[in-house]
C-alpha cells in the first residue's frame, strides 16, 4: 500500500507528458488509415462561426412514416440529408438522401391494411393488372430524376 500511490501518481504523469509530445498509438493507427477524425480543439478561424449563419431558415423534414410525395418532395428540394420527426415532432434522426431512394427503388413502403378493399387489389395494383399484369411496375420519376443527378 505504500507504492500504490506514488505508482498511480506515476503513471498519471507519464501519460500526461507522453499526450503533450506525442499522438496516441490509437490515433497513429487512424490517421495510418487515412480515416478522418475531429480533432480535439475548435481551429481559431471556426472559433466565431454560428451554424445559423449558413444554415436554412426553413427545414425540409420527413416523418417516421411518410407518403411517396413528401419523400418526393424532399427529394426535389437537393438536400442530402433529412432530420426525421416521430408522432410528437421530436427528432428521432438522420435520414440520408440515398436512404430514402433506396427505400423508393425497392418499393418498401408501408401499406395500411384498412385502406385495401376486400377483392385485395389497391388501385395501383388493379391499374398495373390492367396494363399488363402485376408484376408491371411503376415508373417512379423521382426517384429516376434523383439518381440521374447523383450520377
Not at 509530445?21 to 490517421?31: G, I, K, P
Not at 477524425?37 to 444554415?55: G, N, S
Not at 388493379?126 to 408484376?135: H, S
Amino acid at each position: 500500500m505504500n507504492l500504490f500511490v506514488p505508482i498511480v501518481f506515476t503513471i498519471m504523469i507519464s501519460n500526461q507528458v507522453g499526450y503533450v509530445y506525442t499522438r496516441s498509438l490509437y490515433e497513429r493507427a487512424v490517421r495510418g488509415k487515412q480515416m478522418p477524425i475531429l480533432i480535439d480543439k475548435v481551429p481559431t478561424p471556426c472559433k466565431y462561426i454560428i451554424a445559423e449563419d449558413f444554415m436554412q431558415k426553413k427545414v425540409i423534414t420527413v416523418q417516421s412514416v411518410e407518403t411517396v410525395a413528401n419523400i418526393s418532395r424532399a427529394l426535389h428540394s437537393g438536400h442530402h440529408a433529412f432530420p426525421v420527426l416521430n408522432k410528437s415532432g421530436n427528432a428521432a434522426g438522420l435520414i440520408p438522401r440515398n436512404f430514402l431512394i433506396t427505400i423508393l427503388k425497392r418499393k418498401g413502403f408501408y401499406v395500411d391494411p384498412s385502406a385495401i378493399p376486400a377483392d385485395g387489389l389497391t388501385p395501383d395494383s388493379a391499374d398495373r393488372q390492367r396494363e399488363g399484369g402485376l408484376d408491371a411496375a411503376p415508373r417512379l420519376s423521382a426517384v429516376d430524376e434523383a439518381e440521374e443527378r447523383a450520377e
